[in-house]
């Protein structure tokens, strides 16, 4: 039967030793006798014991072992390295966290203690309480690795600086980890400043190219991806459209995706329910689908702006378990900036106002709510960290920085004060090198399909002018052209699935794209251009632009009055707020 009474060890001595005494201690205890101080001290480590029973001479011994054991067991199995450093420099202990790091760095920790020790010294210990004399902290680097120590000071009896106790830990991780969200923030910041001079000295196809780079070359400086890409939220259709992609295959862009919980990939997960996830393996992760057939792991983050989803940012990597926890939430703060830059370009093109100051108000606003939010959360962590004042300097750059940000947007926007129209078409017979030549045209808007047919008629062309994606691939199937002519993004279908539709049915029918300020939401003109995209023109466009590269497409020699038609495209039925620009090389996507 097991002994459930309480366990007591006994030091055999002149007193504990007498057998009354062990036989009276035994009728009510477990008892453990042992004879020497060694054998107590070994049974004590191995051993719980409830009591301890010793004469009083021996008992101050074994006291003194045994609290200089459980203080040893402490300090070796706590995580940092401690040592008792004297005036000399010599280590009079150490535990054994300290004795695992480099002798360089011991030496070091050495050096920096005696340093603590002289500015002990040096404010005056033996005037005074000693205990208002605070702790010393201290970093040092060595090689790839940062460390910091906290110093503490031991007085003897003349209240001098006797020893100096170190603590060290290794702070790389910390250290790396406060690099790079400095470096996700300045990044972002990038992100969402848009040079106005820089900018206006672009042409329009290269304005989302300068944006495209920069989010690439962001994103492989920080979370150091092999292969990533950003798909956009269709509202309208509720598809994850490709709109910057870096190293994925065709066939991984070819995939359709919806904002679905189920059925549509770890994107469509994101995109659905706002959650980030990371995907440790993807041979055995069921939400995976498609993307590399190399790829072993990928972590995907919403691109979130006022709450609201606007697309899903995804990275994917060769390594199984290539991301943890610090890299999402790297990934969440970048997808934040990410989504600012993106929406920023957005307004600047989708929005169809008659004068640019009306678009820069209107930019302005939209980005006020996620500005303010900014401004927001730093002021309220500049509370919380009162007495550190570099972390404090840090979050009042950003609030400065929010300013200039909402500066650049105005100076963006806004441009010249001019109202762009579209302008007298020219009147009276023009030559009909364009007769017999049948001419498909797609847009959403009323008026750009009004005056690119009106156009093209004056020169003998048949025109068939669609409103839709849809529509205009239904006649494709139906019907033969000579060209066409399709904006990219319109409703049910984008501009690369009706350039390969024409292709499909109409072999190598001539196709031309058009966007605005180079906007291209599906990436229709990058993997167009590599199928053989003839042209691409970027709105708002002169009709002179317009015929020439119609021309060009149909190889045709242009007629003597095709210059004389200047009239100007624009982007809808009110037009653009922004110069009036023009190009045909399809690399500026």
Same mark, same amino acid.
């Given at each position: ?102 002798? =360089? ?102 304005? @989302? ?19 990533? #890409? ?15 992609a870096e190293g994925l295959p065709p066939e991984a862009l070819e995939i359709d995706l919806y904002a679905q919980p189920e059925g549509n990939g770890i994107s469509g997960y994101v995109a659905a329910t706002g959650r980030s996830y990371i995907c440790h393996d993807t041979e055995k992760d069921p939400r ?92 309220? @962590? ?37 109202? @762009?129209?579209?302008?007298?078409? #020219? ?26 047919? =009106? ?46 539709? #024409? ?64 009239? =100007? ?10 110069a009036s620009t023009s190009s045909s090389d399809p690399a500026g996507s």
């Open positions: 039967m097991h002994d459930e009474r309480p366990r007591i060890l006994v030091l055999s001595g002149r007193v504990t030793g007498q057998g009354p005494v062990v036989e009276e201690l035994s009728r009510h205890f477990r008892v453990d006798v042992f004879e020497h101080v060694d054998e107590a001290m070994s049974a004590l480590r191995r051993e719980m014991y409830h009591a301890v029973f010793a004469d009083v001479g021996d008992f101050l011994p074994l006291e003194r072992e045994l609290v200089g054991e459980r203080s040893n067991m402490v300090l070796n199995t706590i995580g940092e390295g401690v040592c008792v450093i004297d005036a000399d420099g010599r280590c009079a202990f150490s535990n054994a966290r300290l004795r695992s790091f480099n002798g =360089e760095v011991i030496e070091k920790v050495k050096q920096i203690s005696l340093q603590a020790r002289s500015i002990f010294e040096s404010q005056g210990l033996g005037h005074g309480d000693p205990s208002q004399v605070r702790c010393r902290k201290f970093t040092m680097q060595h090689n790839d690795r940062y460390y910091e120590l906290m110093c503490s000071h031991v007085l003897d009896r003349e209240r001098r600086v006797r020893q100096v106790v170190s603590i060290v830990w290794d702070a790389t991780s910390g250290r790396r980890l406060q690099q790079k969200i400095d470096a996700i923030d300045a990044a972002g910041r990038e992100l969402a400043r848009l040079d106005p001079e820089e900018v206006m000295k672009l042409q329009p196809g290269q304005r @989302l190219q300068f944006l495209r780079d920069k989010i690439i070359r962001y994103s492989k400086d920080l979370m150091h991806f092999d292969h990533f #890409a950003i798909r956009l939220l269709d509202r309208r259709t509720n598809k994850l459209e490709v709109v910057i995976y689908v498609l993307g590399l057939s190399h790829c072993k792991s990928s972590l995907t983050v919403p691109l979130m702006l006022y709450e609201k989803v606007l697309g899903v940012y995804n990275i994917e990597s060769q390594t199984v378990g290539a991301f943890n926890e610090d890299d999402r939430q790297f990934a969440e703060i970048f997808g934040r900036y990410v989504a600012m830059a993106l929406n920023m370009l957005d307004l600047l093109v989708v929005e169809r106002y008659t004068t640019t100051g009306q678009l820069a108000d209107n930019v302005v606003q939209e980005m006020a709510h996620p500005l303010n939010d900014i401004v927001t959360e730093a002021q309220s @962590l500049i509370e919380e960290y009162i007495g550190d004042d570099n972390m404090r300097h840090r979050l009042n750059r950003i609030v400065d920085h929010v300013e200039s940000i909402r500066q650049s947007v105005r100076d963006v926007a806004s441009g010249p004060r001019s109202v @762009l129209g579209q302008g007298e078409l #020219a009147k009276g017979p023009a030559e009909q090198v364009l007769a017999g030549r049948r001419i498909l045209v797609a847009d959403d808007e009323l008026n750009i399909r009004r005056t690119i047919a =009106e156009v093209l008629e004056r020169y003998g062309a048949q025109v068939t002018a669609c409103k839709d994606g849809y529509e205009a691939i239904n006649m494709i199937d139906q019907e033969s052209y000579d060209l066409i002519l399709s904006d990219i993004k319109m409703p049910y279908r984008n501009g690369y699935e009706i350039f390969a539709a #024409a292709r499909r049915r109409l072999g190598e029918v001539p196709v031309m794209l058009m966007t605005g300020f180079g906007y291209d939401p599906h990436h229709s003109i990058v993997r167009a251009s590599q199928e053989g995209l003839s042209s691409v023109l970027f709105k708002p466009f002169k009709v002179e632009q317009l015929l020439e590269d119609v021309f060009a497409a149909l190889d045709i020699e242009p007629p003597g009055d095709a210059a004389a038609d200047g009239a =100007e495209a624009g982007d809808g039925e009110h037009g653009r707020g922004a």
